[in-house]
């Protein structure tokens, strides 16, 4: 990162090595998104999942070019059942790296998961309307 005051390189210093300016918040304000992800990633994996995607959703509007979150996100959509809002993250990450494996594998599971659903949906329609 770049001091805004004297333009030299701070290497994620919280002060300027060249002019002593405060980066604090800055440095804060950058690694916020990672942070929040992280964060919501551990949520995910402690079960307690909207929360999660809730940090996530936040990381992902923070840094929206992060790949990385976002198919984080996806899968912590997965893992929600929200496959509309995870298709839709996913279909971002896609048109940023259409040959991205874990994209890629996190696609597969969810066309397959709606086509079940799809077909679930089907099977309950159909009874409900033999019953009635
Ligand atoms: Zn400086």
Do not use: H
């Amino acid at each position: 990162m770049k001091c805004p005051v004297c333009d030299r390189e701070t290497d994620g210093a919280r002060t300027c090595p060249a002019c002593g300016a405060d980066l604090g918040a800055l440095v804060a304000l950058r690694e916020l998104p990672a942070q929040l992800a992280s964060e919501g990633a551990a949520l995910v994996q402690d079960g307690r999942v909207l929360a999660g995607v809730e940090r996530l959703t936040a990381a992902t509007v923070l840094a929206p070019g992060e790949m990385a979150i976002r198919r984080t996100l996806v899968d912590a959509l997965v893992v929600a059942g929200l496959d509309e809002l995870a298709w839709n993250q996913l279909k971002t990450v896609l048109a940023a790296d259409g040959a991205d494996p874990a994209a890629r594998r996190a696609a597969m599971k969810l066309r397959k998961r709606m086509r079940v659903r799809a077909a679930v949906d089907r099977l309950v329609r159909a009874f409900a309307s033999y019953v009635t």
